[in-house]
């Protein structure tokens, strides 16, 4: 099945640490994106990637990082720079028509 | 100025109505337009897309774009309980390569 997969779904964080969010996709697709949602709010870009090897700012990257060395993966740290990083967080991949497609998300809290 | 507004809700409607969602866009170049379904605690899934003037028809959805006025809405025919959900408008920016811009999204009750 073609698809995104994000791990782990839950994951706790205490205060200080960095953890990484993992995202892989096995649809072929150049460009990836990760996404925060607060409650009761739209999806808000982080990072984005267009091609291997290449990223970009969105516009809440502050106390995050990514990385793009395969295709098929872009993981996410979430950093302890980030000071308030309790969120769902969603990874999504592009298709032909420019239409995205989400994974299933990973929900992070902090202690 | 947000990029892109949507009505927050919640919009109730009875079982079997039809459901219109509505959203406007601030970039007037913007050229491509999607629909996304959101249940709670659950990551979106895409309904459908536009990138013409007009009406798209996809089953009991249709997806209605209007760039003079920059505005395009969503209507759910037949509406069911299971279409109950937040839906989610985005556009696609004209000069921001694959960069989306989301609205806050509307809150869908529908009611058996």
Redesign the interface.
Known sequence: DGGITQSPKYLFRKEGQNVTLSCEQNLNHD?M?W?RQDP??????IY?S?IVNDFQK?DIAEGYSVSREKKESFPLTVTSAQKNPTAFY?CAS?GS?????????TRLTVL | QKEVEQNSGPLSVPEGAIASLNCTYSDRGSQSFFWYRQYSGKSPELIMFIYSNGDKEDGRFTAQLNKASQYVSLLIRDSQPSDSATYLCAVLGENNFNKFYFGSGTKLNVKP
């Open positions: 460009a994106y996404y009761g709010q739209g999806l808000r870009l984005y267009q969105g969603l592009s028509w420019n239409e995205q497609f989400f994974g299933p998300g």
